[in-house]
T-cell receptor, first 120, second 111 residues
Framework: GAGVSQSPRYKVAKRGQDVALRCDPI?????LFWYQQALGQGPEFLTY????????KSGLPSDRFFAERPEGSVSTLKIQRTQQEDSAVYLC??????????????????FGEGSRLTVL | QKEVEQNSGPLSVPEGAIASLNCTYS??????FFWYRQYSGKSPELIMF????GDKEDGRFTAQLNKASQYVSLLIRDSQPSDSATYLC???????????FGQGTELSVKP
């Protein structure tokens, strides 16, 4: 596809259920990011991948959150035993250039439409 | 203290006026600065980026960077109602290579 695709767009889960959110980045994009955006807040960094390597997962709020990108393209964010505070929009973004600790920038991030998770 | 700070607003300006959006950041080592626009219920989209001190203009938008003051701003000239959105400041942190966002400033342009 032409853009970043996320699914499902909307997910309602009962507290304690496990959920999986999928991100299909733009073809050829090396870097992939997950952000969590609560209502009225800016996106909060969760984790990012460069190809299949998860280079930073410092933003994952607890060990209930897990992300993977096994073949360097599609990524899945899994949340185990969901809690009400997990309710948010989960944004995936991809970038053509690698994200580097020495470079001058990441390049433009292209965002998907997000997956809105509501935990009851 | 959050790494990237913005006034949450809302900022209300009349149509045709200049809207000024401000952002401060904490990491002096930051090199790259971005402004994203986010319409309600939509995903963020990049408006501008700036790397060097001074001004950078693109159409009605001007980004300003002052690294000594750790301050970046976005000016929108001839504001239009279609500019009404939340504007997110984002800073690239070299340690770890991640883009950190502020909480966003809601802009409302009144006809």
């Amino acid at each position: 596809g032409a853009g970043v695709s996320q699914s499902p767009r909307y997910k309602v889960a009962k507290r304690g259920q496990d959920v999986a959110l999928r991100c299909d980045p733009i073809s050829g994009h090396v870097s992939l990011f997950w952000y969590q955006q609560a209502l009225g807040q800016g996106p909060e960094f969760l984790t990012y991948f460069q190809n299949e390597a998860q280079l930073d997962k410092s933003g994952l709020p607890s060990d209930r959150f897990f992300a993977e990108r096994p073949e360097g393209s599609v990524s899945t964010l899994k949340i185990q035993r969901t809690q009400q505070e997990d309710s948010a929009v989960y944004l995936c973004a991809s970038s053509l250039v690698p994200s580097t600790s020495t470079g001058i920038g990441t390049g433009e991030l292209f965002f998907g439409e997000g997956s809105r998770l509501t935990v009851l | 203290q959050k790494e990237v700070e913005q006034n949450s607003g809302p900022l209300s300006v009349p149509e045709g006026a200049i809207a000024s959006l401000n952002c401060t950041y904490s990491d002096r080592g930051s090199q790259s600065f971005f402004w994203y626009r986010q319409y309600s219920g939509k995903s963020p989209e990049l408006i501008m980026f700036i790397y060097s001190n001074g001004d950078k203009e693109d159409g009605r938008f001007t980004a300003q960077l002052n690294k000594a003051s750790q301050y970046v701003s976005l000016l929108i000239r001839d504001s239009q109602p279609s500019d009404s959105a939340t504007y997110l400041c984002a800073v690239y942190y070299n340690q770890g290579g991640k883009l950190i966002f502020g909480q966003g400033t809601e802009l409302s342009v009144k006809p």
